[in-house]
């Protein structure tokens, strides 16, 4: 029997956007498409006997969709329910994410490239089950419950599904922040007879999000960003220094998806190579913003300083500021309300790299992900920065906790530099002027990867704050002496 396994609720309405989530990507697909597409009825009993689980009344389904991409696969079904009540069969859509061991054993690289995908969803599915209940607590307060409540979080869309029989290549007990070790015997077995696919897979079902109340967008405004920083500033507040469930996360769930220590080390050892190579491809938008002489060794500057600052970053479960981050805090990870002033708060997807950490280092990423340079020119950085500060504090306030100002704008600006060195070691090292061209619209890319204005601004404040910080360390050391 598969574990970790949580299974909630029915679905009641019948007039739904879906927002297919496969690791970080996020795609909309309106209700109507679906029931007049061209559709072909699956025979996949494995699928069937999961959906049977979940929805008990449960006749037939069909696939209306499928989606493939490098850590999970995606199913949009058209499921016919007969419940008792009702009076004859109607359709219902989900949207099923999936991970079947046996898909990409064949095709990673190696033994850390599939641990990693297979980590993906199980901290999802251990932070659905595990985690999101506790939250959910602080979120509805002490008089409310799951249960009763007319949403099953305020944070995160409802979950009917969450489950994994991984254990065969991940023991339960093994730490998602260990790095990858020898690979397991079934890994093995595979690598000697291809032919013996090894038994494992993790599904989500989620709830689907109304296109009536709710959009996704990238980039963003001033005030939409304000409303995601506000909902994350609640994912924050709502765990914020709690050890017993923060010492949870640290033994369940894994780190961020930008994070040093789950990234190839290859990436901090290639930051001079990859500073230089995007440098020359970018020798004039570099020397046009005046950038050039300050930025010349950036490389190297990253890769000495990135050890130090990470080790700033990430918090002990018991330590002052720890919470439960994101971890993959872009745009197109949340839902906007349409109309503001709904009680409909925004809601928060993609929890596949969610674990302990500091708050800002999401509002580090979120701000350089989505909002256009020139508002953030002028101040336009601080004030959102300062719109989470305040938005936190609040929060922490009504359970006694504190969160310095000028502690978070000091951390806030090491998530910068840290943000940086993630992008320079992942995406410039290839990027080029037509790269940029080309993703200039995927709203899922980074907006300093994909907007050269973007880009510049981006660096010219990373290398102030690197500057800071260096001068911190050297200040520091002479004290020392």
């Known amino acids: 029997m598969p574990t ?75 499921l016919t329910l007969h419940e008792e009540e009702a009076n004859a069969p109607y359709d219902h859509a989900v949207f099923v994410k999936r991970v079947v061991a046996s898909d990409y054993i064949g095709t990673k690289k190696d033994w850390a490239d599939l641990r990693r995908t297979l980590l993906y969803m199980r901290t999802e599915v251990r932070f659905y089950k595990e ?5 959910q607590k602080t979120l509805l307060g002490a008089n409310d419950s799951p249960s009763t409540s007319t949403t099953t979080s305020s944070i995160a869309p409802k979950i009917h599904l969450a489950q994994h029989s991984l254990e065969k290549f991940i023991p339960d ?38 296109d009536a109340d709710y959009f996704q967008a990238s980039p963003i405004s001033i005030d939409q960003a304000k409303q995601c920083l506000t909902a994350v500033a609640q994912l924050h507040a709502a765990a914020w220094e709690n050890q017993p469930l923060l010492e949870q996360c640290t033994q369940r769930l894994s780190l961020a998806s930008f994070h040093l220590q789950v990234r190839n080390p290859k990436e901090l050892a290639g930051m001079e190579a990859s500073w230089e190579h995007f440098s020359t491809q970018f020798a004039t938008a570099l020397d046009e913003a005046g950038l050039s002489e300050r930025t010349k060794t950036l490389g190297a500057r990253i ?9 700033q970053l990430s918090p002990q479960y018991n330590e002052p500021y720890a919470t439960l981050i994101h971890g993959d805090y872009k745009a197109m990870n949340v839902f906007l ?68 100002r000028d502690v978070a704008m000091k951390q806030y600006r090491l998530a910068v530099i840290d943000y940086g060195r993630f992008v320079l070691g992942r995406f410039w090292k290839t990027a080029t002027p037509e790269t940029f061209a080309k993703r200039k619209d995927s709203p899922n890319t980074t907006l300093i990867n994909r907007n050269v204005e973007a880009a510049m601004a981006f ?22 002496l």
């Open 4 to 78: 970790d396994r949580l299974v909630k609720g029915i679905f009641t309405t019948r007039v739904f956007l879906f927002s297919i989530i496969i690791s970080t990507s996020i795609i909309i697909l309106p209700f109507t498409e679906a029931l007049t597409s061209s559709m072909t009825t699956s025979s996949n009993n494995d699928l069937m006997s999961v959906l049977k689980e979940t929805f008990p009344h449960l006749v037939s389904y069909e696939s209306t969709k499928t989606i493939s991409q490098a850590n999970a696969e995606g199913q949009r079904l058209v």
């Open 131 to 135: 985690i999101l209940p506790v939250l």
């Open 173 to 210: 007990d093994e730490s998602g922040l260990a790095p990858a070790g020898a690979p397991p015997a079934i890994y093995e077995e595979y690598q000697r007879d291809p032919t013996i696919l090894p038994a494992g897979s993790g599904e989500i079902i989620m709830d689907c999000v109304s």
């Open 303 to 311: 890769q000495q300083a990135a050890k130090a600052i990470s080790q």
């Open 337 to 404: 309300p349409k109309d503001p002033s709904t009680n409909n708060n925004a809601l928060l997807v993609d929890f596949a790299s969610t674990g302990i950490g500091l708050g800002v280092s999401d509002v580090a990423m979120h701000i350089h992900h989505a909002v256009i340079p020139a508002d953030l020119a002028n101040g336009g950085e601080e004030a959102l920065v300062d719109h989470y500060w305040q938005e936190l504090d609040k929060l922490l306030q009504e359970r006694g906790k504190n969160y310095p």
């Open 459 to 480: 660096i010219d404040r990373m290398e102030r704050y690197l500057t800071e910080f260096e001068q911190e360390q050297a200040t520091a050391k002479k004290s020392e």
